[in-house]
């Protein structure tokens, strides 16, 4: 492993020990420290992600887009499984999707399949091969392959352009 992914990977769990704690004292640093050093050294294995691509100020953009993206979809969402759940005829019609996914990398496939079943009326229920099944509360089409490019298209390209 390179040692700027150790170095990188090191600075990220500090910064989060950081973040998380908001406490700057020298016991708090040297704990933070401690932590994110032995956790760098038992975890750094387990990712094979390029820690340098986070580096890429295009990265960055795409994350804060990517983010933005998100919370809107979470919050159309929202109001979309409220109104059906408060409907007096509770209008669903659900049905598990088969989603041709894009994406090889398995960090950019688990984000998408998390991001999914964060958002309200989706659950991601596996990943086999390169089919992503998705259960949704209200299919609305009986196109499914222009209903799962809705429910994870936009997320797909978006991840792709950040972690691959």
């Given at each position: 492993?390179?040692?700027?992914?150790?170095?990188?990977?090191?600075?990220?769990?500090?910064?989060?020990?950081?973040?998380?704690?908001?406490n700057?004292?020298w016991?708090?640093?040297?704990?933070?420290?401690?932590?994110s050093?032995?956790?760098?050294?038992?975890?750094?294995?387990?990712?094979?992600?390029?820690?340098?691509?986070?580096?890429?100020?295009?990265?960055?953009?795409?994350?804060?887009?990517?983010?933005?993206?998100?919370?809107?979809?979470?919050?159309?969402?929202n109001?979309?499984?409220?109104?059906?759940?408060?409907?007096?005829?509770?209008?669903?019609?659900?049905?598990?999707?088969?989603?041709?996914?894009?994406?090889?990398?398995?960090?950019?496939?688990?984000?998408?399949?998390?991001?999914?079943?964060?958002?309200?009326?989706?659950?991601?229920?596996?990943?086999?091969?390169?089919?992503?099944?998705?259960?949704?509360?209200?299919?609305?089409?009986?196109?499914?392959?222009?209903?799962?490019?809705?429910?994870?298209?936009?997320?797909?390209?978006?991840?792709?352009?950040?972690?691959?």
């Amino acid at each position: 492993m390179k040692t700027i992914n150790i170095l990188l990977y090191f600075l990220i769990c500090f910064g989060t020990w950081l973040l998380l704690t908001t406490n700057f004292g020298w016991q708090n640093l040297a704990a933070g420290a401690a932590v994110s050093l032995l956790t760098t050294i038992i975890f750094s294995g387990f990712f094979n992600f390029d820690a340098a691509k986070l580096l890429s100020p295009v990265r960055w953009f795409w994350l804060i887009i990517y983010i933005l993206y998100f919370v809107w979809e979470c919050v159309k969402a929202n109001f979309d499984v409220a109104y059906r759940v408060l409907h007096p005829a509770m209008p669903v019609k659900p049905g598990i999707l088969r989603v041709r996914l894009k994406a090889k990398g398995a960090l950019t496939r688990t984000i998408l399949a998390n991001s999914i079943t964060m958002t309200p009326g989706t659950i991601s229920v596996d990943i086999i091969d390169d089919i992503l099944y998705v259960h949704c509360i209200y299919i609305s089409t009986t196109d499914h392959d222009r209903y799962a490019h809705r429910v994870s298209g936009k997320f797909e390209r978006i991840l792709t352009k950040i972690f691959e």
